[in-house]
């Protein structure tokens, strides 16, 4: 749907700083079809990324390119594409519909009744598009807005967090709507903070931490990185000593601690094999484990951790 | 552009601003009424003189001006809906002109319709003077519906910029200093109505042609319609 195997968007060594603070750090990165993601924290740049690649705001350097155009005060581009904002601020006085056939207008769609019913279909929200999106739980909004975005059938989608605020079964929904129209050959960037939601979406993740591209590759490659990388658990036991004894011989371990208050703090690289043997060798040793506490599993000591790497 | 007019119309007209916009629409004419009804001292020509000049011209237009052409963008960047206005493939001046024409019809038609019903009570029936009134409102309406929605979209604090601009410099300083006089869009307002009607406003110092009200209210509204423009152009949108 892009026209050419050229990638949409290309964006080169682009920075983006507010006063003194950088959001976006000399990032160069190629978003050819299908669903792409940019996955990192928040805070981590992903809408500013977006919001530049958008034309919102102005790269402080480099450059951003969509079509091999430059977005920023070229409106003509809007044509061909569709951008969801992260925030869910809409018009509340109109209805879903109204909202939907505002956007087809000022796309000039040539014909905005079929469009926009063709667009709201596809979000299955015809039943709730005559209410005032007041209303609206925050699932349905996103879905209502899903639909103004994609209503003059836009070759590339920037999606910021478009699944957040749905429940599963929304989500289950948008993820297959995302993919389907990813099937018909455009080009989708969405951003994430949850590693587990765009795994199951994108054929490639970017990941971002602190304003730079820190990791790029297949959702497995990704994943397996995030597997790989050390892991710390503390372990309260029953006896202590005995289980870290009968540990040191796994393969698993890379070391073990015992702290002041006698719990383990068990250093991993293979997190799966640490989760099959700890329970195993704690009933041969007749150990009762009392609490087993992942000590680094937060989002953001992932994304640190790789983009260290 | 039409849809922006129609959201711009259906946004301001919903708000709780038009309530106090409606209040103020009113007072000329409950003021013309009272006159008819009250055993007042003052001659009717120089009882619509003061209405017009003190009460439409001076505050009322401004102040309906402030609070909604601000509103006609301000409200877009405060709840960050702009952004669904500027990701389409439309011209900034399209965004902004309707924008400006909106508040126009919402806050401008109601002023000048008040003010000329109020001049037509107070002079028993005056189609000339009320329709040189009514005229020369919407003239400084458009000229503050231009310098208001720039502000809108330039600041958060464009209501503050907006009271400073015609309570200090239009009400106080260009007022009573005949060297700023060419920069009040009151002072146009009250040449333009006189030159529709020279019986109207006679007893009021305006000191200023109609030529220079008629070019200086174009000016205002040219000026300001391009800043508004560059200015949508050039901002990050929120």
């Known amino acids: 749907m892009s026209g050419t195997g050229e990638p949409a968007i290309v964006l080169d060594r682009l920075s983006r700083w507010f006063g003194g603070v950088v959001a976006v750090s000399d990032v160069t990165l190629e978003v ?4 792409t993601a940019l996955l990192g924290p928040n805070g981590a740049g992903k809408t500013t990324l977006l919001r530049t690649i958008a034309g919102l705001i102005a790269p402080s350097e480099g450059t951003a390119r969509v079509f091999g155009e430059t977005v920023r005060g070229n409106q003509a581009i809007y044509r061909r594409i569709g951008y969801m904002p992260e925030h869910e601020s809409v018009y509340d006085f109109l209805t879903g519909r109204q909202f939907v ?12 009744h079929a469009a926009v019913g063709r667009a709201i279909a596809t979000v299955d929200l015809i039943a709730a598009q005559d209410r005032s999106m007041a209303g609206y739980s925050r699932g349905m909004r996103q879905r209502m807005r899903l639909a103004a975005t994609l209503v003059h059938d836009p070759p590339l989608l920037l999606l910021d967090e478009p699944l957040s605020g749905t429940d599963p079964v929304q ?5 297959d709507v995302i993919r389907r129209l990813a099937a018909e050959g455009r080009t989708v960037l969405v951003s994430s903070h949850i590693l587990e939601e765009v795994e199951e979406l994108a054929g490639s993740i970017h990941l971002m931490v602190s304003g730079k591209l820190a990791a790029s590759g297949e959702p497995r490659a990704i994943r397996q990185q995030l597997n790989d990388r050390p892991f710390v658990v503390r372990i309260d036991a029953s006896s202590p000593r005995t289980l870290a004894a009968g540990m040191v011989e796994l393969d698993a371990i890379e070391s073990i601690e015992i702290d002041s208050e006698g719990r383990l703090r068990v250093r991993s690289r293979n997190v799966t094999q640490l989760q099959r043997a700890l329970p195993v060798v704690a009933q041969r040793l007749g150990v009762r484990l009392l609490r087993v506490e992942p000590l680094d599993d937060s989002l953001e000591s992932v994304f640190e951790y790789l983009a260290q790497g | ?11 301001l007209a919903g708000s709780r601003r038009i309530w106090l916009v409606l209040a103020l629409v009113s007072l000329p004419l409950l003021a013309g009424l009272l006159f008819q009804v009250a055993n007042a001292t003052a001659t009717p020509d120089e009882f619509a003189d003061d209405v017009t000049r003190v009460m439409l011209v001076s505050a009322i237009l401004p102040l309906v001006m402030l609070l909604l052409a601000t509103a ?10 702009l952004v669904y206005l500027v990701t389409k493939p439309i011209a900034r001046w399209r965004i902004v002109a309707p924008k400006l024409l909106a508040s126009v019809a919402v806050g401008g038609i109601p002023v000048a319709v008040g003010g000329a019903c109020a001049v037509a009570v107070i002079e028993g029936g005056d189609g000339a003077g009320a329709l040189a009134t009514g005229a020369g409102l919407l003239a400084g309406a458009a000229a503050y519906a231009a310098i208001f929605t720039w502000a809108g979209l330039a600041t958060r604090h464009a209501l503050l910029i907006g009271l400073v601009y015609v309570f200090i410099w239009e009400a106080a300083l260009a007022a009573y200093l005949d060297g700023i006089r060419f920069l009040s869009v009151r002072r146009y307002t009250l040449a333009l109505v006189h030159a529709l009607d020279d019986g109207r406003l006679a007893s009021v110092d305006i000191a200023l042609s109609p030529l220079t009200a008629a070019v200086g209210t174009t000016v205002v509204l040219v000026c300001f319609t391009a800043l508004a423009v560059r200015k949508l152009i050039q901002m990050d949108v929120p």
């Open chain 1, 101 to 112: 056939e505002l956007c087809a207008r000022l796309q000039q769609v040539d014909d905005p």
């Open chain 1, 171 to 175: 989500r289950l929904h948008l993820r």
């Open chain 1, 32 to 35: 050819g079809a299908g669903v």
């Open chain 2, 1 to 11: 552009m039409s849809a922006v007019f129609v959201l711009t119309v259906r946004q």
């Open chain 2, 72 to 81: 006609a963008f301000g409200n877009e960047v405060g709840d960050r809906t």
